[in-house]
């Protein structure tokens, strides 16, 4: 592999984001080793919290800002198309207000330039086309173009999202019912991986920032509790479980410390009991750090998808709170479906204590299956059929043509 080559990291929303943090530090980590003198660049939502936690690209790019935007600074909210309101460059008409948010991204992209949409499950949600447009405007410039470590869902996934997929040169899957399913609509562009953030490796933790032995741990999401009240009860119902009928403690760990999107605000309408017991971890710890006190509690419950990663990939068993499928698919790959708890299904009882209580019955027999599992599971991160195909796209960047309208012209094509 060539030194100098050049990498565009992009669908990062900052580090705040402790799952998209592992996404980015491990798929970076990966390139470097891959190809020694290369250059890195990550698009982000928020460049300051990458920078305080050291994520080490060569360059950070952020959005444009709203003065800078055409047309006095509108930008398309969560699930427009961006129709008329911008022009566009070209690379996909109608998507122009996307391209103009992302036009520092956009800019930084050449021929030979290999792009990574770290984004994870960014095509699980309505507003998926934002990326989708730096996918088109990537491939009109001549790069190469990979969904890179992904999940999809099935039920958002219409003819335009599948003619985004299929016009990657490369996607690699994390999960086997996302696998399954692009391969089932005739997409001959994907490999199966497990989600890269299964190598993140763990960070000492010093003793003033958590101190606690014997304990479980507990993630929560406000995401959760908006989608669905009755899950609060549900985690009380827990708490009082964990506190009442076992000796463990009880480890609060936030994942994600987003303004608009904060696990402590969920996690702190839990620690009211005034428990020695019970920590709230601090909100200034990195994904690896957190992956320590995960990595280190004798059971897990998380919210997050990269919470319960962390858990599984230190042979912790986990029950996972899902809300997309992304949860259930990891889950059932690592052996661990028969613990997720659907976020629609919470009835505000004793759901997530009765599973918590058959994990914790189980407890031995899941971890040693789990440590069974793992070591070829983590090693299919960077797996022979997965790198072999990367290797085939950056050998390629550069000669792609400029595909002016990737996704209105590759709609509907088979391959």
């Known amino acids: 592999m060539k030194a100098g080559k050049h990498y565009v990291l992009y669908g990062h929303g900052g580090s705040y984001n402790h799952g998209a943090e592992a996404l980015a530090r ?11 003198g290369c250059r890195i660049t990550l698009s982000t939502h928020f460049a300051e919290q ?38 566009s460059s070209g690379a996909h008409p109608g998507y122009g207000a996307y391209e103009e ?79 399954n399913f692009l391969v089932g609509e005739g997409l001959a562009n994907v490999v199966r991986v497990s989600d890269i953030a299964f ?8 003793p003033e920032d958590f101190e606690l032995d014997n304990y479980a741990a507990v993630n929560a999401s406000p995401l959760v509790f908006r989608r ?7 985690y009380q119902a827990l708490l009082d479980f964990i506190l009442r009928e076992t000796d463990m403690g009880v480890a609060l760990v936030p994942h994600v410390v987003q303004p608009a999107d904060d696990d402590r605000e969920a996690l702190r309408a839990l620690d009211d009991r005034g428990s020695g017991r019970v920590r709230l971890v601090p909100g200034n710890l990195s994904a690896g750090q957190l992956k320590t006190i995960i990595g280190k509690s004798r059971l897990c419950v998380a919210a ?4 319960a990663i962390a858990a599984y990939s230190s042979c912790v068993p986990a029950l996972a709170v899902s809300y997309s ?26 759901e997530l204590a009765d599973a918590f209580r058959a994990m914790l019955e189980e407890r031995d027999a899941l971890a040693a299956r789990l440590e069974r599992l793992m070591p070829a599971y983590i090693g299919n991160c960077a797996g022979e059929k997965a790198m072999e195909a ?26």
């Open 26 to 36: 491990t798929t970076m980590a990966l390139l470097r080793r891959r190809s020694p």
């Open 50 to 87: 990458d920078r305080e936690f050291g994520l080490g690209a060569d360059e950070l790019v952020e959005r444009a800002a709203p003065a800078a935007t055409a047309g006095g600074g509108a930008q398309a909210s969560e699930g427009q198309t961006g129709g008329g309101a911008q022009a």
């Open 101 to 179: 948010t992302y036009a520092p991204t956009i800019g930084k992209i050449g021929p030979g330039t290999v792009c990574l949409h770290t984004g994870g499950d960014n095509y699980c949600y309505k507003n998926w086309q934002r990326w989708a447009a730096i996918h088109c405007a990537a491939l009109a410039r001549g790069a190469a173009s990979v969904l890179w470590s992904c999940s999809v869902d099935p039920d958002m996934a219409d003819a335009e999202m599948l003619g985004a997929l299929r016009s990657h040169h490369l996607i690699t899957a994390r999960e086997e019912g996302t696998y």
């Open 199 to 206: 190598s993140l490796v763990p960070e000492p933790v010093a």
């Open 228 to 234: 669905n009240p009755r899950a609060l009860p549900a």
């Open 304 to 307: 997050r998808t990269h919470a």
């Open 325 to 350: 499928p992304k949860s259930r698919g990891i889950a059932d790959d690592v052996q661990m479906g028969g613990y997720v708890a659907d976020v629609g299904g919470i009835s505000g009882g004793t």
């Open 390 to 415: 990367l290797g085939a796209v950056e050998a390629m960047a550069g000669n792609g043509g400029n595909d002016a309208d990737c996704m209105s012209r590759r709609a509907n094509e088979k391959d």
